[in-house]
């Protein structure tokens, strides 16, 4: 009889934790006013963008788009190449858009943009003790763009490309995307 029970409680046990590995990821995005806080948190972290290869349909999608996306579901970036300009720079480090989250209140993750408007997906950078959940959280995220709430949303951000050594105004703006080339702009 014990045998029975102990054998109930730890087919429970293995169900419960199975059903959790694939529980829907909580995702906060990381504000403007909490990079800071962020970084100091996660700054002995070992980052990777490994464990995030299985495609998915964002993957296929122009990041352009995906930026509008983003903007429906996140807001505004945590970080943009404005943020940058003016500390440090390096046209080596450009990018266009930033989405720190922080997943399930203490795994670290950045969305970024791989070359502005000109590419396809995203680039994810995650923390690389928690490279199992990656998977899940890419899921979640492509399900969140894809959605309802992924509809794309109006924005604007600037761009620089030091392989083009030229500046660009991107948006999405009355239901058409478009990458003008501009002036350095003044941050």
């Not at 660009?168 to 990458?179: A, I, M, N, P, R």
Request: aromatic share 14%; glycine share 6%.
């Amino acid at each position: 009889m014990i045998i029975r029970i102990l054998a109930t409680i730890l087919l429970s046990l293995i169900w419960v934790s199975a059903f959790g590995q694939f529980a829907e990821p909580e995702i906060r995005k990381v504000t403007p006013s909490e990079r800071n806080a962020f970084q100091q948190r996660f700054a002995d972290i070992n980052w990777t963008g490994q464990g995030l290869y299985n495609p998915t349909t964002i993957d296929r999608l122009p990041t352009i788009e995906l930026r509008s996306r983003l903007q429906a579901v996140f807001g505004d970036p945590t970080q943009t190449i404005g943020d940058l300009i003016n500390h440090n720079f390096r046209p080596g480090k450009a990018i266009q858009f930033e989405y720190w989250f922080i997943i399930d209140g203490r795994m670290p993750l950045m969305v970024l943009d791989l070359d502005g408007p000109f590419d396809n997906g995203l680039v994810y950078v995650g923390a690389s003790r928690y490279i199992d959940l990656m998977p899940q959280v890419k899921r979640t995220i492509n399900r969140l763009l894809m959605g309802e709430e992924g509809t794309p949303a109006e924005y604007t951000d600037y761009y620089f490309s030091p392989e083009r050594d030229q500046w660009y105004l991107v948006k999405f703006e009355d239901g058409e995307f478009t990458s003008n080339v501009i002036n350095r702009p003044s941050f």
